[in-house]
């Protein structure tokens, strides 16, 4: 169903994938950004984009369970990260990691910006996903 592609002519990525092909046919789920609310909307880890990562990847669960897909579907994400540091970008990308969302790999964007919607906010991500059956 998702066939992931590393192009060998190109430099190869560590943990994600150049591009996800779909067979047509199957249902997508473009889900928007997780953010790092909890369920009473107040700011998970102020200060803290690992803290953060975390709490957007719980979150992030929770939109695939409710559209009825799950971490391993997910072909494409956007990780939006406040700051300039490459440190600081990488912190949040080993989050990603260790959630099981490269294991695909998908293919995926880490992009550092100057803020985000939330007061304090410093981490969204945007994915796509497969649902299956």
């Known amino acids: ?3 992931r592609v590393t192009v060998p002519s190109l430099f190869p990525p560590p943990t994600y994938s150049h591009a996800s092909v779909v067979e047509a046919g ?3 789920a473009f889900l928007a950004g997780s953010v790092p609310l ?3 909307g107040e700011l998970v880890g102020p200060g803290d984009p690992v803290r953060q990562a975390e709490q957007v990847i719980s979150n992030l669960r929770e939109q695939l369970t409710a559209v ?3 971490l391993a579907h ?3 994400t956007d990780v939006y990260v ?3 540091e490459p440190a600081v970008l990488s912190a949040v990308w080993e ?3 260790a959630s099981g969302l490269s294991a695909g790999p998908h293919s995926s964007t880490l992009i550092g910006v100057a803020c985000l919607g939330y007061t304090g906010q410093l981490v969204e991500i945007t994915a796509t996903a ?3 059956g």
């Open 95 to 97: 989050v990603v990691e």
């Open 130 to 132: 497969v649902v299956p």
């Open 82 to 84: 406040v700051g300039s």
């Open 74 to 76: 997910v072909v494409s």
């Open 1 to 3: 169903m998702i066939q």
């Open 26 to 28: 199957t249902r997508l």
């Open 38 to 40: 909890d369920a009473g």
């Open 68 to 70: 009825g897909s799950d």
